[in-house]
């Protein structure tokens, strides 16, 4: 069995947030006993992770870090035509990736115990995006 979908995620606003909850309303009819769900998200300022789900403060640690890595209106970007976030989203999405894989089983994700799906906005003012969600499975 293959299925796939396209949703748009709703906006959120720049930060990182856990969208388990998304994916799940999204894929809770056509999860197989086991298989492979694949993430793609059709963008190049945003991002997908795995990560921490429990404390918040993980969330907000890491966009700090993101920030000192990469910040906005550096004077030696090049690319500035779409203000001073796009570079340094590109940049945070190139370093994180636009994809993910999970394992299903017993018709449920396999991940870890504090492990969440994160939805990545790198952009301070962001269109809407759009995720691709494929499973195989049997």
């Keep these: 069995m293959i ?4 949703i748009i995620l709703p906006r959120l606003g720049k930060g990182l947030h856990i969208i388990d909850h998304i994916i799940e309303e999204a894929t809770l009819e056509n999860l197989p006993e086991k298989g492979i769900m694949h993430l ?3 963008h190049t300022s945003a991002a997908l992770m795995i990560n921490e789900n429990a404390d918040p403060d993980v969330r907000n640690d890491l966009a700090t870090l993101y ?3 990469a910040p906005e209106g550096a004077s030696f970007y090049t690319h500035t035509l779409e203000g001073e976030d796009d570079m340094p989203a590109h940049f945070k999405s190139g370093i994180t990736g636009v994809s993910l894989t999970i394992p299903i089983s017993g018709h449920k ?3 870890g115990t ?6 990545c906005e790198f952009r301070n ?3 809407a995006r759009r995720l691709v969600i494929t499973i195989y499975g049997e």
């Design 109 to 111: 994700f396999n991940m």
């Design 67 to 69: 920030d000192k890595m």
């Design 114 to 119: 504090w492990q969440g799906i994160y939805y």
């Design 3 to 6: 299925w796939q979908t396209e």
């Design 40 to 42: 793609f998200l059709k």
């Design 125 to 127: 003012f962001s269109g």
